[in-house]
């Protein structure tokens, strides 16, 4: 899919076609949708199984313009039409693959010149753009628009606990993988390309963790020390909560919180290469578990990574544009509302609480936080790229709060404040 001078195969653009039929009904997550068609077609190898994510994830971060070029949702043709006029493949590299009729249809397709308007050019939904372009002038919007249309890198975190950043470089380097040090993180690097790392040693003996930089730096605004009382109130899949462990070198409590079982079951391989041992994974029925007010007014540090529409992160699942609605959003406000009052009182005078999403959307951030300090008098908010800076990460300055984004850092979107509870 990166080299438009490869010779695509019938069965390759078949299969393309046959995986993107099963993941664009859109009910469940592409990633998942695809994992699925994986295992039901075995066959495939290495290399026809990464042509085919490819050309899916190409097709569903360019859904809007390829349907309004191809005036349909038909898969072959959305396939055919990523190839040549996202990838850059040419007409004659496709032809031994091509059903009777379709290269002149290509050729037909290659030489349209319209102009769609800018949220079919940048393949937003009509609600999205006109949200984001409340937020940001036209220019900023068509940057940030490009960027969310592009494949994000595979960074990794350091864990600080078993080795350090330059090692790890070093290790990549003698493996063949050119890496380099991430701009902000000090744990942080980021890959050139995307190997599969599953079974490298760096992995597989908890060194890295692959986690965007992004996310490493809501971490160090936790800045949990050691032996501190800490929760992960939303711990998901756990990478915040192996970085707030490392962080903490193992010492002290920390609570790894969160609804979904499954989630909690995946993590427990990674915990376990960690290397730590006081992360105390929790299954909670909701933030009014008995298992959280018991720890009412105790913890020195708590972390929301609260549950959010992902908009940051459409580089890496661009399915969310096409299954997030402003309903759905609507309804994750009143979640996080909730989530981040509860949070917060367990949290002891004088210490932390950081709300975080990978929401580009204020309704889901700055209202948050505004209707939590309404509620919740007693706390004051923190200048969060301040305190990136007093911990030596060069991080510019976005106001109060800290705000990533993918055109302007190079990482996913995110939004984090820091809330201090007044000393008693």
């Given at each position: 899919m990166r080299d438009g001078s490869i010779i695509a195969k019938p069965f390759q653009i078949r299969a393309a076609a046959e995986a993107l039929s099963e993941v664009l009904p859109l009910g469940r997550p592409a990633d998942v949708a695809i994992r699925a068609w994986f295992r039901a077609n075995p066959e495939l190898g290495p290399r026809e199984r990464a042509f085919v994510a490819d050309t899916v994830f190409a097709v569903l971060r360019h859904l809007r313009r390829l349907e309004t070029l191809i005036d349909g949702r038909q898969p072959r043709r959305l396939v055919l039409a990523a190839l040549t006029r996202i990838a850059g493949f040419n007409i004659r590299t496709l032809e031994s693959a091509l059903a009777p009729g379709e290269a002149e249809w290509l050729g037909e397709l290659k030489m349209r010149t319209d102009q769609p308007d800018e949220a079919v050019q940048l393949s937003l939904p009509d609600w999205l753009y006109q949200r984001l372009a409340a937020l940001m002038p036209a220019d900023a919007l068509a940057d940030l628009g490009r960027s969310l249309l592009a494949s994000a890198p595979m960074d990794l975190r350091t864990n600080a606990l078993l080795t350090r950043r330059e090692e790890v470089l070093a290790t990549l380097h003698a493996s063949g993988i050119e890496a380099t040090a991430t701009p902000y993180s000090p744990l942080g690097i980021r890959l050139r390309d995307k190997p599969a790392l599953e079974r490298h040693a760096l992995i597989t003996g908890g060194h890295v963790e692959v986690q965007d930089e992004g996310s490493q730096l809501i971490a160090f605004l936790v800045d949990?020390?050691?032996?501190?009382?800490?929760?992960?109130?939303?711990?998901?899949?756990?990478?915040?909560?192996?970085?707030?462990?490392?962080?903490?070198?193992?010492?002290?409590?920390?609570?790894?919180?969160?609804?979904?079982?499954?989630?909690?079951?995946?993590?427990?391989?990674?915990?376990?290469?960690?290397?730590?041992?006081?992360?105390?994974?929790?299954?909670?029925?909701?933030?009014?578990?008995?298992?959280?007010?018991?720890?009412?007014?105790?913890?020195?540090?708590?972390?929301?990574?609260?549950?959010?529409?992902?908009?940051?992160?459409?580089?890496?699942?661009?399915?969310?544009?096409?299954?997030?609605?402003?309903?759905?959003?609507?309804?994750?406000?009143?979640?996080?509302?909730?989530?981040?009052?509860?949070?917060?009182?367990?949290?002891?005078?004088?210490?932390?609480?950081?709300?975080?999403?990978?929401?580009?959307?204020?309704?889901?951030?700055?209202?948050?936080?505004?209707?939590?300090?309404?509620?919740?008098?007693?706390?004051?908010?923190?200048?969060?790229?301040?305190?990136?800076?007093?911990?030596?990460?060069?991080?510019?300055?976005?106001?109060?709060?800290?705000?990533?984004?993918?055109?302007?850092?190079?990482?996913?979107?995110?939004?984090?404040?820091?809330?201090?509870?007044?000393?008693?």
């Open positions: 949990p020390k050691r032996g501190e009382m800490v929760a992960d109130f939303c711990a998901g899949a756990g990478g915040k909560t192996l970085a707030l462990g490392a962080m903490m070198r193992s010492e002290g409590r920390l609570y790894a919180f969160d609804t979904s079982d499954r989630r909690l079951t995946n993590f427990k391989p990674r915990l376990k290469r960690s290397g730590l041992s006081n992360v105390h994974p929790q299954l909670i029925d909701s933030e009014h578990d008995i298992r959280v007010k018991r720890l009412d007014a105790k913890l020195d540090r708590v972390l929301v990574d609260a549950p959010c529409s992902g908009i940051g992160t459409l580089r890496r699942n661009p399915d969310l544009k096409w299954r997030m609605s402003p309903a759905a959003v609507a309804e994750l406000t009143l979640k996080q509302r909730s989530i981040l009052l509860a949070a917060g009182r367990l949290v002891k005078p004088g210490g932390r609480l950081v709300y975080a999403t990978c929401s580009l959307l204020p309704e889901e951030n700055e209202a948050v936080v505004d209707a939590f300090m309404e509620a919740r008098p007693g706390w004051r908010l923190l200048d969060a790229p301040a305190l990136l800076r007093a911990s030596d990460i060069p991080f510019p300055d976005t106001g109060p709060y800290l705000r990533l984004m993918p055109h302007l850092h190079a990482t996913d979107g995110f939004f984090a404040a820091v809330l201090e509870r007044n000393p008693a």
